[in-house]
């Protein structure tokens, strides 16, 4: 690294001098020198200074993954700028932005630049009311579309009238990945916001479960279960890891009468709906369909590149329109994959220090498809497509030409290529022993129907989304 652009004296101030915003600027004019463009504008664009106290600057980043990022490759740099603008007793610490719970706080110290230490402390802030709520969880940010469409609405009525709709419970249930977590918790948040007298919490299965064996150890149960009766508002992530702990179950559904009673509000989430919960107690199996079931759907085209460019904009990056409906068009399982493919895009670009071009992102895309551990089998395929197309499973291997036959055939025989590590022969072999050459049209085809017909891309997709959803 060239570090004789670092030897700037108009830059070196006396830090009593500076507030904040002045500092960072310094820090940027010096930073944007010493990194490529794109560089520059990914990582230091986005940050916002926050305080400078005594020699200490604090920062904010977007999130967690830019300090790691900045500390792994742009440290010495950051150093040396902390050292030109704050002396040699410079500090710059940061937060992550929103973050409330857990506060974590980093130091750059330019002090010992030849040997640069990094202190990093966790310290825990308590909210001064605990509900476990991740801010960062809000409504605000929780994009709407089709597949969220009832759960986003019912969610709104709920946060306005905790327990006086009849949505109670409410349970959510979807995919993973999809936004479960993101609503209910965005529900908590806008209740705090609004009624800020009323008792919320927020938590997981898994956590309800530990602490209600702590409690039964602690010989404490009472006052666990008192704690819970008296919220205004329960939400508990993932109640279907509450299955096969009757113990649990049998606490949790007088907990839940208690509330319901009283009219305070129950809000659930799920991988499944209610009923198709096995080793959930009847009881509760009716309660919680007492109020509300909703399911989140994956989403759509629209709402894919609405969320990437979305999630672009909060990460600072500058992506062109091209590149974000080709990641669309390619990830379509999740939200939570959608996310992956954008950081995993940056620290590419920026790792080789290349732009980010649709080159790239195809790339990416192919490196999140080989990552992604799908245990499927031909037979899955068929059997998935054919319930979809409703048409018995035994004709897809048969000789005919009928045309949804054809289709569910061509359909299994593309995902067997796409999903399974079986050779073309194989596969052909499955559907009624026919040669490879005709899995390869095949293919062709379905990949033409794909580009050219809507309708037939919404069921591609559709089709593509449960089979990932089922199986990986
Ligand atoms: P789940 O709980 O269903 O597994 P999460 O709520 O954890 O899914 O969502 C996964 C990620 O996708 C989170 O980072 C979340 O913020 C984001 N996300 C999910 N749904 C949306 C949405 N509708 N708009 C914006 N971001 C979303
Ligand atoms: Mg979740």
């Not at 989403?299 to 894919?304: A, I, Q, V």
């Not at 329109?321 to 939200?335: G, K, Q």
Request: glycine share 4%.
């Amino acid at each position: 690294m060239d570090n004789s652009k670092f030897v700037n004296l108009e830059l070196i101030q006396k830090t009593e001098n500076l507030d904040a915003n002045s500092a960072w600027k310094k820090c940027l004019t010096i930073i944007k020198e010493n990194v490529t463009l794109m560089t520059y504008n990914t990582w230091f664009l986005p940050i916002r200074p926050v305080s400078l106290d005594q020699n200490t600057l604090k920062v904010q980043l977007p999130n967690p993954f830019f300090w790691e990022w900045i500390d792994e490759h742009f440290s010495t740099i950051v150093k040396k700028t902390i050292y030109d603008v704050l002396g040699p007793n410079g500090k710059l610490s940061y937060i992550i932005a929103d973050e409330k719970e857990i506060k974590e706080e980093a130091l750059f110290n330019s002090a010992n630049t030849s040997n640069p230490v990094i202190i990093k402390t966790v310290e825990t802030k308590k909210p001064s009311h605990e509900t476990n709520l991740n801010p960062r969880y809000k409504f605000e940010n929780f994009i709407k579309g089709e597949g969220n469409q009832l759960a986003r609405a019912a969610a709104g009525a709920i946060s306005d009238n905790p327990g006086g709709t009849s949505f109670n419970p409410f349970f959510v249930y979807g995919g993973v990945g999809l936004g479960k977590t993101h609503l209910i918790q965005s529900i908590g948040n806008s209740i705090v916001e609004k009624f800020p007298g009323k008792k919320v919490i927020y938590l997981s299965t898994d956590s309800f479960t530990v602490e209600f064996v702590e409690a039964i150890q602690a010989n404490r149960v009472n006052e666990f279960s008192g704690f819970y009766r008296n919220m205004d508002v329960l939400i508990i992530d993932d109640i279907q890891f509450i299955t096969g702990k009757e113990k649990t179950q049998d606490l949790f559904f007088h907990i839940f009468n208690t509330l319901h009673q009283s009219r305070k509000q129950i809000i659930l989430s799920s991988d499944k709906p209610p009923k198709e919960l096995k080793g959930l107690d009847e009881r509760l199996i009716s309660r919680f369909q007492w109020g509300l079931s909703a399911d989140i759907q994956p989403p759509e085209l629209e709402m894919r590149i609405a969320i990437l460019k979305n999630k672009a904009e909060d990460y600072g990056m500058m992506i062109s329109t091209e590149i974000l409906e080709y990641l669309a068009n390619n990830i379509t399982s999740n939200i939570r994959e959608l996310e992956g493919s954008l950081i995993k895009l940056l620290a590419s670009a920026s790792l080789n220090s290349k732009e980010i071009t649709l080159d790239l992102a195809k790339r990416t895309v192919k490196e999140i498809a080989t990552d992604r551990k799908i245990n499927i089998t031909i037979d899955d395929i068929s059997k998935i497509i054919c319930t979809q197309l409703n048409i018995p499973e035994n004709k897809i291997r048969e000789k005919t030409r009928k045309k949804e036959i054809v289709l569910a055939r061509q359909l299994a025989m593309y995902f067997s290529k796409e999903l399974t590590k079986n050779s073309l022969k194989t596969i052909g072999l499955h559907f009624g022993g026919r040669d490879h050459s005709t899995v390869i049209h095949a293919c062709n085809n379905v990949e033409q129907m794909h580009k050219s017909d809507t309708s037939m891309r919404d069921l591609i997709d559709s089709i593509r989304n449960k089979l990932e959803l089922n199986y990986s």
